[in-house]
């Protein structure tokens, strides 16, 4: 089964499929009786059968506890995640409509303290997010570990970050420094909130609805650090003025429901997030591309702040 029509078929899609976006997954936008839905087709070799269906079991439940979030669609016998040729899977999820609240190549379009208010709803959607999932059962879900060894072990989830061919010997050497440095002090952050995260909370997926906000793609889920949740945002704006006014607001909407972390935790778990993805483009991109070095001069930048 390779036509895209066809795995949409196997949903009871009928009518034209367009490709909406290809980054991890590709995504498609398929008709079910009428209505709108999304078509994924996971990354392969990505994230193993298990780890996707826990992920469409999470957002099941969050969806059934009415947190924003894209709900999964079963086929007609009951099942959601469907094998097609080469090992990928393919998975339907309900279609959101509205908008990003905006994109990484683009400025935000408003004033600061429009900017801020935006995102003190971005912390109040996290927090939402964390406290409806506190309430649920997650001991059946199986996802990946953004915990010590996930972020900053020998192998991390997304890569040895260290090892970005566009870093220079004296900045590997740097690099390697600060990874030994944030190791041990994560290491001692031993009261730090973790539990089920987004890990993955850009622009692009969060969405602006009639409704309010909507969080999408959970593909990066998985079992980590609460303040990474709300690191992880931030790093699209790690080089604007107003940074900690950003930082600021996340807290504020996130301590309206739940203890939010400090200014400080959130600056260190920015870098992490700068460090999982200067990993995460290396099997992504070729060796002298623009893009390796933007990310790795990201995590260079983050670390040097951090340590100084």
Same mark, same amino acid.
């Given at each position: 089964?390779?036509?895209?029509?066809?795995?949409?078929?196997?949903?009871?899609?009928?009518?034209?499929?367009?490709?909406?976006?290809?980054?991890?997954?590709?995504?498609?936008?398929?008709?079910?009786?009428?209505?709108?839905?999304?078509?994924?087709?996971?990354?392969?070799?990505?994230?193993?059968?298990?780890?996707?269906?826990?992920?469409?079991?999470?957002?099941?439940?969050?969806?059934?506890? &009415?947190?924003?979030?894209?709900? +999964?669609?079963?086929? +007609?016998?009951?099942?959601?995640?469907? &094998?097609?040729?080469?090992?990928?899977?393919?998975? #339907?999820?309900?279609?959101?409509?509205?908008?990003?609240?905006?994109?990484?190549?683009? #400025?935000? $379009?408003?004033? @600061?303290?429009?900017?801020? $208010?935006?995102?003190?709803?971005?912390?109040?959607?996290?927090?939402?997010?964390?406290?409806?999932?506190?309430?649920?059962?997650?001991? $059946?879900?199986?996802?990946?570990?953004?915990?010590?060894?996930?972020?900053?072990?020998?192998? +991390?989830?997304?890569?040895?970050?260290?090892?970005?061919?566009?870093?220079?010997?004296?900045?590997?050497?740097?690099? @390697? /420094?600060?990874?030994?440095?944030?190791?041990?002090?994560? &290491?001692?952050?031993?009261?730090?909130?973790?539990?089920? @995260?987004?890990?993955?909370?850009?622009?692009?997926?969060?969405?602006?609805? +009639?409704?309010?906000?909507?969080?999408?793609?959970?593909?990066?889920?998985?079992?980590?650090?609460?303040?990474?949740?709300?690191?992880?945002?931030?790093?699209?704006?790690?080089?604007?003025? /107003?940074?900690?006014?950003?930082?600021?607001?996340?807290?504020?909407?996130?301590?309206?429901?739940?203890?939010?972390?400090?200014?400080?935790?959130?600056?260190?778990?920015?870098?992490?997030?700068?460090? *999982?993805?200067?990993?995460?483009?290396?099997?992504?991109?070729?060796?002298?591309?623009?893009?390796?070095?933007? /990310?790795?001069?990201? *995590?260079?930048?983050?670390? /040097?702040?951090?340590?100084?």
């Amino acid at each position: 089964m390779n036509k895209v029509e066809d795995i949409a078929a196997a949903w009871g899609a009928d009518g034209p499929v367009c490709l909406i976006a290809e980054r991890e997954n590709a995504v498609y936008r398929v008709s079910i009786n009428d209505a709108p839905f999304a078509l994924r087709l996971h990354r392969k070799g990505y994230q193993e059968k298990a780890s996707i269906l826990s992920e469409l079991m999470w957002t099941n439940r969050l969806a059934d506890a &009415e947190f924003c979030c894209p709900r +999964p669609v079963s086929m +007609p016998d009951g099942s959601l995640l469907l &094998e097609i040729d080469g090992g990928r899977y393919a998975s #339907v999820i309900s279609w959101v409509d509205g908008t990003p609240i905006g994109n990484a190549e683009e #400025v935000f $379009d408003g004033t @600061i303290t429009e900017h801020c $208010d935006l995102y003190r709803d971005v912390g109040l959607l996290l927090a939402q997010l964390h406290n409806v999932t506190d309430s649920m059962k997650t001991n $059946d879900i199986t996802r990946p570990s953004w915990n010590l060894s996930g972020l900053l072990g020998k192998s +991390p989830f997304w890569g040895r970050f260290w090892e970005n061919p566009s870093l220079s010997a004296s900045e590997k050497k740097f690099m @390697i /420094y600060a990874r030994d440095a944030a190791y041990s002090h994560l &290491e001692g952050m031993k009261d730090a909130d973790f539990g089920l @995260i987004h890990a993955d909370a850009l622009q692009e997926n969060i969405f602006s609805t +009639p409704s309010g906000l909507t969080l999408i793609d959970f593909d990066d889920s998985g079992f980590g650090y609460r303040g990474y949740d709300l690191g992880a945002p931030m790093s699209q704006h790690y080089t604007l003025r /107003y940074l900690d006014d950003l930082i600021e607001a996340v807290r504020d909407g996130y301590g309206v429901l739940r203890p939010a972390p400090s200014l400080e935790d959130i600056h260190f778990f920015l870098m992490l997030r700068g460090f *999982a993805s200067s990993g995460w483009v290396i099997p992504r991109q070729p060796k002298k591309s623009t893009t390796q070095r933007r /990310y790795a001069e990201r *995590a260079l930048h983050l670390s /040097y702040q951090w340590l100084n």
